[in-house]
């Protein structure tokens, strides 16, 4: 069975462009997460889907960022204009119960 | 605010060792609680606990729970080389009712096993 996917694994962009990060789930599961671990800091939740549905996006810091999960397979989270401390590692993962598996993660650096 | 606080931070040991990790929670709904061992890129999962002090085994990995005192631990006995990596606790604190199960997480202990 093949794990949770993200692309790209690395991005670097400069101050002010827009990047979009995707996320595949494993096949199935219905629950999508979003995560963040910037330089030096703990894992962070951003967002949680349920199918095509936003559950809760309590941890999105702020307007920049929007994730979609159109027809509840794949999603994206797009930041637009990417800032400075945007930079670090987003994770995606997934769950049909209770187990969340996570991807490999995106790094992104913004200069 | 909800907390998770795993030490040490950084462990270093000999093969053969063995070495216990540590994590204390502070949250407003608890459901259950997550170890994880992140190498390279996706943490794996290894262990999740709802009860406490039912002890879940995997091999040399072991793990308990105890939600009086709002902690666990994480044991390796015999440690090898390859279980060098970031291990990640992480507590699944349920908002709206149970509808979103957003996990909390420590910082991670960070073990590197010397040969």
């Known amino acids: 069975e093949a794990g949770v996917t993200q692309f790209p694994s690395h991005s670097v962009i400069e101050k002010g462009q827009t990047v979009t990060l995707r996320c595949d789930p494993i096949s199935g599961h219905d629950n999508l997460y979003w995560y963040r671990r910037v330089m030096g800091k703990e894992i962070k939740f951003l967002l949680h889907f349920v199918k095509e549905s936003k559950q809760d996006e309590s941890g999105m810091p702020n307007n920049r960022f929007l994730a979609e999960r159109t027809g509840g397979t794949y999603s994206t989270l797009k930041v637009q204009p990417a800032e400075l401390e945007d930079s670090g590692v987003y994770f995606c993962?997934?769950?049909?119960?209770?187990?969340?598996?996570f991807g490999p993660g995106t790094r992104l650096t913004v200069l | 605010e909800d907390k998770v606080v795993q030490s040490p931070l950084s462990l270093v040991v000999h093969e053969g060792d063995t070495v216990t990790l540590n994590c204390s929670y502070e949250v407003t709904n608890f459901r259950s609680l997550l170890w994880y061992k992140q190498e390279k890129k996706a943490p794996t999962f290894l262990f999740m606990l709802?009860?406490?002090?039912i002890e879940k085994k995997s091999g040399r990995l072991s793990s308990i729970l105890d939600k009086k005192e709002l902690f666990s631990i994480l044991n390796i006995t015999a440690t090898q080389t390859g279980d060098s990596a970031i291990y990640l606790c992480?507590?699944?604190?349920?908002?709206?009712?149970?509808?979103?199960?957003?996990?909390?997480f420590g910082t991670g202990t960070l073990l590197a096993v010397q040969p």
């Open positions: 709802t009860s406490s002090g």
């Open positions: 992480a507590v699944e604190a349920p908002r709206y009712g149970g509808a979103t199960n957003k996990l909390i």
């Open positions: 993962a997934s769950s049909q119960l209770d187990t969340q598996y």
